[in-house]
Structure formats: C-alpha cells, structure tokens
C-alpha cells in the first residue's frame, strides 16, 4: 500500500466502518493494490509488534527534535556562549525542517518496496550523528550543525513518513486506534528526553558522557524498532507531484491554508526552542526550569488525544482556528512571564493548543483534498512550504532576543506573526461560508 493510499485510509476506515452499505462499494483500485483478498488482519503479532516498532520511531524521532530546547538552554548559557542563542538555533530549526521535507523523498522510496533499507539507513543516520555530537568540543558550532542538524533531520526524515504509511497495511478497522496510539509516541518522547538531557547535561555526568547515554538509548530503541516492523503489501503506483501541484496552484483554499499555515509556524516553535531558556533567565530555580518543557509537552499530550473528539462536534477548520488564535495569544503572553505560576499557565495552555494544532493539520488538509487519492501528494506540498516557518522561526526569535535577551520583542514578533498565520485561516472560513461550502460537515460544522 503506497504511503497515499495508507493516509488516505486512516482518515476514512471509520466512516466506512459506521456504513455497513458502504462496505460493498468501495472502489475496486483498493483491492488492486493488496497482495492478499483478506485484507489487513488487524491484529496478530506482526500487525501489534509493527505498531509498537512505528511508536518506538516516533518516540525517537519528533519526541527528540522536541526536547531540542534543553541543547539551546545549554549552548547558550554553558556550551557555546561565544555564539548567538539565534545561531544555535539553527541547528533546531534545521532538524525540524529536514526530518519534514526529506519525506517528500523516502515517501516515494518507500511506495517502491524500500520500507526496510529507509528504516535501517535512518537509524543508523540519526545514532551516527548523536555519538559523533558527543564528540564537539564547546564552541564548535559548525560540528553540531552538521551532526546534530544535518545528519540527525535526515535520518528523521528517512523514517517519519514510511512509519505512519506501514501501519495501514495491518490494520483497517482498527487503523484510527492504532495510528493514535503511535503518534503518541512523539509528545511522550518530548516529556521523556528533556528530563533526561536535563539530569544528563546539567549533572556530574558531563556533555560528552550525557549524549552518549542518551545516543546508547535512542540506538537501542530504534534497533528494538527495526526488529519489529514488517511491511505485508506490494507498493501501489504513485500520483504525480507535478500534476497534483498544479491543481493545488488553482485552488484558492488550499493557497490560503498552506500560507497561514506556514506564517504561523515561523511563531509556533519560539516556546517549543526558548521556554527553558526564558525562565531560567528570568531567575526562576534551575532544577524547576528543566521541567518547563515536559509541562508543555505532557499539555500537548492531552491537545492531540482530545482534539479529535472536540472537532467532530466544532469542524476541522474551526477548531484549528481557535487553536491558532490561543497559540498567538499565549505566545504574546510571554512577555509576562516572570515566575513559576506563569510558567506553569503558559507551558500548560500553550501546550495543549498547540497540540491541538499539530493533530488537526493533517486531518485540514484531508478534508480540503477533492479527490483523496492525491492525499499523500498534497500533504507532502503543504508541508513542504510549512517547513520553511519551522526553519526561520528559532533563528529570527534568536535574532530578536539579541545579547541583552529582550524577551519582549521576540514574543511580540512571534506571537503578531502566528496572530497573522491565524487571520488567513480566518479568511479561508469566510470564503468556505460564502460560498456555502457548509455542505461538507468535517470542514467547518463538525460529523454529524
């Protein structure tokens, strides 16, 4: 099953599981592209163990690229202190643009039968390059650049997209249950690494002995994670990226969501990099401070497993909307932050809403997509333009923020920016109401 067919299916095996009559008019394609008549099992070893090896490599991989706001705290203050906290920044920003857009490429591969070889040379990639980070001396900005930047967001990449594809091929009406629960492994990898990092880094232990430890367990995950997934079905032909992009060039909905989408992300990611930061500099105790990111990410736990029960009874869209106007505001609110109470009320607002966020984004692109057969086309390009928001977005609030650490400018600027990502989203609404596209439910009215 190619990785279009596999997206394609998460978001729809409940409505056709609710419809008994739909059951027997599904379109005949579907069955072309499976190497057995049965279908995907939904269950047995090999179905439950590729599940449990998918979470392990979303635990591993976005759940660390979330934790990457202990290394700024550390480069700034301990590590790097002859570099900018936008310089080293870079390195964040670079990963989370990479381990996105390198999917645009392993989605392909993997449609043509490399499931396998994606997922060992990605992890050997992303434990290469946390050993070798144990190997930088301080101040050696361009050695973490390359191994941590470079090299990390590539073999993210590798294996992100090719995670969620394979899942559908062992389950179908279990397909909804199974890809949340390994999605859960990204925020429950973003409470677990900050702690760890934070008793590595800041303890006896040491910079070079801490990513060490922390390299031996990412490793030995990913390795447990290769051992257990299994790939059942032949890959599908895929749906031209050219022809797919221009269509998308013509409708003007999509153009909105794809540009508010990604004006919002250059703001979306200043507390996900500065928050540990921001309260450490702020005279708040250390040992409280490391904690600020796993607040923020065990709320955004809780945004991704509500925000599908909250949008079927609000709509995709407008939930989505809500969700970037909160995430604006908190950002703003930043400026106020200057104790324990706010940390604890920013870190678990913004958390949730942004979690919220992150969950809807995919299913925003789902419903706005004619024909789901270009699905997986259609969220690679979307994803691609939104990277570039990821990617500017720690560097410019480094930038802002300056020697002197003016908090005030870079939450103004970021939380403004996302204020103007969340506007075009409204502006989309409107559209969508005056020309009374109301007709599809998901979008805006909620499943009724």
Known sequence: MSMKSAIHNTFTTNKKEDD???LGHLPASNSQTA???????????QAWGTAFGCFLVQ??????IASFGVYQDYYTRIY?????PSAISWIGALTTFLSVNITLFSGPLYDRGWFYQLMVVGSLLQSLSLFALSFTKPDQLYLAFIVQGVLSGFGMGLMSGPTIAVVSQHFSRKRTLV????????????????IMLNHLLNGTVGFANGVRISASFVSALLLIACLCMRTRELPAPTVSYTVVARKCSREVLFILMTVGSTLFQ????FPVFYLQLDSTKHGIDINFSFYSLVIMNAACFIGRCTSGIIAAYTGV????????VACSAVIISMMALSDVASVVVLGLTYGYFSGVYIALLVPLVTVLTPDLSELGARMGICFAFTAFGGLLSGPISGALLGPQYKWWIASLFSGLIALVGSSILVVMRLIIYRRGINKSPSITCGDT
Do not use: K, Q
């Open 20 to 22: 008994p009559e739909e």
């Open 35 to 45: 190497c057995s008549e049965s279908g995907p099992p939904d269950g047995g070893f």
């Open 59 to 64: 635990f591993c991989g976005f759940g660390y």
């Open 80 to 84: 790097m202190t002859n570099h900018s």
């Open 179 to 194: 890809m949340s629960l390994v999605s859960s492994g990204t925020p429950l990898g973003s409470m677990i690494h900050p």
């Open 266 to 269: 250059i703001g979306f990611f």
């Open 317 to 324: 869209l407008n939930f989505t909307i809500a969700s970037t």
